[in-house]
């Protein structure tokens, strides 16, 4: 309710009656003082020199209720490190290595310039001066591009909530990301690389012909495969946070089924193993930790065969590539990779496609091209 209420002296006293509205007290440097209710029940108001200034700022508080954009003006009092911890709370659709992420993001990055602001104080170029400051301090463009998605969709929330009117990082610009180019090893280097890794050969030419996740291959049960159908049921992922290891479903929340090429299955040492046990093991039991196996075996061996710029998911893409090269479609690469969808596939290795288009056309003018031709001359 917005309405007009005027003193009739210096020293007026508002009423229950004279709650909304604005008044004149002449005895003020801000004489006029506008007041209304909100939709939350609550009055709210508002100093101002002049009656007319007063007057513009009910009509567009009105406007915004009617429009429903009103945001109760002491919500955004709440300091941003208290409402990051609230929303990170509150999300429950994260893995546990996305969870570590953004509280790693929070810790090192956003709270220590944000953490004592109040919502409503963050602006779009408090938020341009933090990613330029992040910039000149040589901090890589993906972290940065991770830190201000965290501010995002923290901030995004609070606009849900009512706590703020705008999300002022939502249109800030990022420092470009430099895109690493993808790495397909060949059938032969990928046969160097595992025998280069010694002990852990089998595993290395599991992700290179399987496709599977790193933490995908490391939970990996023996119960889940099947030797004799070449069948793999891939339903669990091991994620390695602070040096402890903790398992859950998939990245994609799905169960899949991959069927592996036999020289693929063949390497696999599940002799004396129980069911329950793991197929890829630490040297003395125990689940493989990636951190490890990465710098003491991996690097090392890639290094040895002139690739030193491998890195363990590029035995994800190798398989991709081998599947695409024997004649695999869109949708069995994607089945095989567990992507959530044939377009995330193709736009991940449709380059790999367009390379096969050559091959296709010439199969196409073995196939009809000669039959057509008698055709046509008849």
Known sequence: MFLLSRAPHAHHSVTVEDEVGYIQRRDRPKPWIARYRGPEGRVHSKSFRRKVDAEKWLTIEEGKTLRGEWVDPTAGT????EWAESWLAGLH????????????????????????????RISAASVRSWVAD?????????????????VRQSLSVAVDDGLIVRNPAAKVKLPRVEKRRQRFLTAFELSRLADECGDYGPFVWFLGWSG??????????????????????VEESATEIDGHLTFGPTKTHETRTVILPRL??????????????????????????????????????????GIPDLLIHDLRDTAASLAISTGASI?????????????MTLDTYGSLFEEDLEALANRIDKRYGDALRDDARE
């Open 93 to 120: 659709n994260i893995g546990p290595k996305t969870r570590a992420g953004y509280e790693s993001l929070l810790r090192s990055r956003i709270v220590p310039t944000f953490g004592n602001v109040e919502l409503k």
């Open 212 to 233: 599977l996740r790193l933490g995908e291959a490391v939970a990996l049960r023996v119960d889940k495969v099947d030797v004799e159908t070449r069948r793999v049921r």
């Open 331 to 343: 949708k069995a690469v994607q089945r095989m990779l567990g992507h959530a969808s044939a377009a």
């Open 264 to 305: 693929a299955i063949d390497r696999l040492e599940l002799d004396g193993k129980a069911e329950d046990d793991f197929v890829f093991t630490a040297p003395r039991g125990g689940p493989l930790r990636a951190h490890n196996f990465r710098r003491r075996v991996f690097t090392p061996a890639a290094e040895r065969i």
């Open 134 to 150: 992040m910039t000149d301090e040589g901090l890589s463009a993906a972290r940065i591009h991770q830190a201000l998605r965290v």
């Open 78 to 81: 709440i300091r941003y490190a």
